[in-house]
């Protein structure tokens, strides 16, 4: 498949992307965004939140929207609980302050969708496409 470009494989072949912020042992994927990821503009992440941690408390100016693959935790959005259980879609509107909770024993594993600005790995990304991009139109 050398130089050809790849449109299916398994999530957990996708390479690890740093989120300590959010999480010590939070893991990250980028399954969909900017760059050879498919998808200008937005970004689709996947996240396994371990057994018993939380991502503390933040907002942002843009929604977030998830699905849930599997566990059973739950999204505090201002005082009100949002579940996250297995098949189950969450909407996170913007603006609001919000935290995550997986108090069960088995990982909370789900995917997440916000614009690429609103990722810092897919930005970065996005940022070195159009720089790219202008240089190659400047020659």
Request: proline share 6%; glycine share 10%.
């Amino acid at each position: 498949m050398s130089g050809q470009e790849k449109n299916f494989g398994s999530i957990y072949d996708l390479p690890l992307q740093n989120a300590s912020a959010l999480a010590p042992e939070i893991e990250k994927r980028t399954v969909y965004g900017p760059g050879d990821r498919f998808w200008k503009g937005w970004v689709m992440r996947h996240f396994i939140l371990p057994a018993h941690k939380s991502i503390p408390e933040h907002s942002h100016d843009w929604d977030h929207l998830m699905y849930t693959v599997s566990g059973d935790g739950y999204v505090e959005v201002e005082g009100e609980r949002y579940d996250m259980k297995t098949g189950y879609w969450t909407r996170i509107p913007g603006g609001k302050k919000h935290v995550y909770h997986n108090d069960a024993e088995i990982p909370l594993e789900f995917f997440c969708i916000v614009p690429t600005h609103g990722d810092p790995h897919a930005k970065k990304t996005s940022m070195r496409a159009e720089r790219a991009a202008k240089k190659a139109e400047g020659q």
